[in-house]
């Protein structure tokens, strides 16, 4: 897709433009939503879950997503193009000198970015903290959500975090894993224990079902930080 | 004489009350000091356990939404262990903190390396943009932890020490003091290395500079110092040796000048014992100082017994 076909917003607004808002990116037409982990994820909690608008950007009530994940950020600039954050005709310049949006994200370059990301794990001690904040200022009806990857739950520093936020009864906080079996060493249904053991409300979906994903984000968990662990295809497969 | 340390939960539980801003960020160490405070403030005197990335990380996700975090710990767990997450989640995202540290280079020797940071300031000096205050002074950490806390979204470390001066000075946050003035060379004492510095230079006909804020270092007083004391430079720090010296190299840059970095070695000693035998271990008592002071200034000191 060249520029001339770059469209006006409100033109991509919808979960069927984000393929071509990808390919601005990666100059591949026919990029399709199983590249992406995140995809489905993102559009589900940007679309339906998340109360925050580009208007909304700077309002200390608006929720927060923060992207821990940090690397593969295509969807996650075609969400924030497709819901009005991110000019579409930045897209096609991805990764370049001029370009705000980077191979990884940074949240003083891209509108609607909480965090800049890349090295991984920093994400949910960072929620962990603005949900702390948020608290402390008697803002109680914002949540705060985070998306990590299955590998990027190798980090110790994200265990320092759950481990927290579960005895602290963080209920604003949500996780969402995306689980694409990344993880050199994994067991079958680790993730979501270890979260229940700190003391986390949990629920394993698949990442690819809008309704299921939805069900899981909106799930009532009174007391408890949330976690939901988001299964696609395998990586490697 | 109480400690640097004795004033860190006091005043900031101070300011806890004044500033609806300042939230204070804890890995077990300090705790105690903070129960009434904590108790006054519960959302805002937060203890995230022996947890020093999420005592970083905690405190950005404050400071994002629009909080001022104090966070403290020993300095080999405030700056070393989570040093990614001060260069990430402070630097890149773009928010400040007032990272307050205790234990300094050799505060506590009996309990060996473990805990002991001389590289702190050596280590914050490879980021952009962060004040570093290094008290010489209960009173004088007082008046630096109020000026850190007032300093908007600036990044600011405070190193608070066992190690002190007996009397404080007019310390402003940002400044040098010239205590002494010579002509034979100028010597920068960094906070509680001054009155070792005064006892060292006796008679040696030099200026002497204190400095309680070493970044921004503050070049232009160095630079008046060396029109009438001349381009002889001797920086006297607590922590690592020749933290400085680049900074006063800058400083100097367009004048001939020499510049001896004085401060605690890199080598393990693997001794524990006294802070006062650590300070001897580096050459660092008056007695040491004076004699490496005056062998570099050679005959421009004019040396009295």
Known sequence: MTTEAVKRRNEYDGYADLPGLMGLMSGDEKHGPAATSTLDALWVLYDRVLRVTPERADDPARDRFLLSKGHGPMAYYAVLAAKGFVPVDWLPEFGSYDSPLGHHPDRVLVPGAEIGSGSLGHGLPIAVGTALGLQAQGLYDPRVWVLVGDAELDEGSNHEAIAYAGPAGLDRLHTVVIDNSSASYALPGGIAARFEAAGWSAETVDGRDHEALYAAFTAPHPGRPRVVVARVEPKDA | ?305
């Open chain 2, 1 to 305: 004489m109480d400690t640097m340390r004795d004033r860190f939960a006091p005043v900031v539980s101070r300011l806890l009350e004044e500033d609806p801003r300042v939230a204070v960020v804890l890995a077990e160490i300090g705790l105690a000091g903070f129960e009434e405070a904590q108790h006054r403030h519960p959302d805002r005197v937060i203890n995230v356990g022996i947890r020093e990335q999420l005592l970083i990380g905690a405190g950005a996700g404050l400071a994002l939404t629009g909080l001022r975090p104090v966070v403290h710990t020993f300095a080999s767990f405030l700056v070393e262990r989570p040093f990614e997450q001060v260069k990430l989640d402070l630097g890149h995202q773009d928010v400040g903190a007032v990272l307050v540290s205790a234990s300094a280079s050799f505060d506590w020797p009996a309990g060996g390396y473990t805990h002991m940071a001389p590289g702190d300031v050596a280590l914050l000096d490879t980021l952009d943009g962060w004040t570093v205050h290094v008290p010489g002074h209960p009173d004088e950490a007082e008046t630096l932890l109020r000026h850190a806390v007032a300093a908007g979204d600036d990044k600011v470390y405070v190193r608070l020490s066992e190690q002190s001066n007996a009397e404080a000075l007019a310390v402003d946050g940002t400044r040098f003091l010239t205590v002494r003035e010579g002509r034979a060379g100028v010597v920068v004492a960094v906070g509680p290395m001054l009155d070792e510095v005064l006892d060292a230079t006796e008679g040696l006909g030099v200026t002497v500079l204190y400095a309680t804020t070493v970044r921004p270092f503050d070049s232009a007083a160095l630079r008046r110092a060396t029109e009438a004391a001349g381009t002889d430079v001797v920086l006297v720090e607590p922590y690592l040796a020749g933290t400085s010296t680049a900074v006063a190299n800058d400083a100097l840059a367009d004048l001939p000048h020499r510049v001896l970095g004085l401060g605690v070695g890199r080598r393990e000693l693997r001794r524990y014992g006294l802070i006062e035998e650590h300070v001897t271990a580096h050459g660092l008592d008056a007695g040491a100082l004076r004699a490496r002071i005056g062998e570099f200034l050679g005959q421009r000191a004019r040396v009295r017994v």
